[in-house]
């Protein structure tokens, strides 16, 4: 069991301060309470934002019962200069309950890149969605990234080898297709020039209508069994 949070948006910027408000959907089970105030300043009296923050995770698809990895990427745009900024981490479910949270202080000078773990063992099956919100001083508002990712069961060997398998039978049918379907149409081609050729030949002279009948066996092994019974009297009329 894990505790789950259902928290309202951030108000307007008031006297230096956003609040929120946070219900914990699940009391039994109590897990650190996200924020519900944090600084801010009046966008007319301050200064543009010159931090940025960067989420990428190892893997977007975490096998139930393993943690999660995610690549932290820090930017200092403005004066360089160390800066200890507050970065906020939270996991929210499908149903947009927070279903964990925490924060850290990490000082910043230009550039800094780290891996952050998050212990995702407790987690149901399903989609979650991984906000972290960077803070610090003169601000005009936070900094954030937000990535998806999914706890998803460990594939067992029975379902990679139904995968294979029917990899395998598509495959199979590809080749019969190539094999089989393709020279019915050849023979579909051929019948219909070897008919047009013993037509023509009819009005010609015997050592004439024999070149033709030559010509015209180079083909005859691909016809079908059909074709052939119908050409075939039409041929040796031709030697006749």
Known sequence: MYSKWKCSEWSECKEGIQKRTCTNINPSCNIEKPKTQKKCTDKNKIKKI?????????????????DLFVAVSLFNLGV????????????????????????????VETQIEFIESFEASEFPLGS???????????????????INFSIREERSAWFIFWVLLGMAVFLG????????????????????????????????????????????????????????????????GLVR
């Open 80 to 107: 360089p200069g160390q800066v200890n900024v507050s970065l906020t981490y939270e996991i929210t479910n499908s149903l947009g309950e927070i279903i964990h949270t925490h924060e850290e202080i990490i000082p």
């Open 128 to 146: 979650y969605k991984l906000l972290a919100i960077l803070e610090y001083a003169e601000q005009t508002e936070p900094a954030q990234s937000e």
């Open 173 to 236: 049918f590809i080749i019969y297709i190539l094999v089989f379907w393709r020279p019915n149409r050849k023979h579909t081609y051929y019948y219909k020039d070897m008919k047009e050729k013993i037509s023509l030949a009819q009005g010609k002279s015997r050592d004439d209508r024999k070149l033709v009948y030559k010509e015209l066996r180079k083909n005859f092994n691909d016809l079908n069994e059909k074709e052939k019974k119908e050409l075939l009297p039409l041929m040796e």
């Open 50 to 66: 010159l931090f940025d923050v960067k989420l990428d995770a190892l893997k977007k698809r975490v096998i139930y019962g393993q």
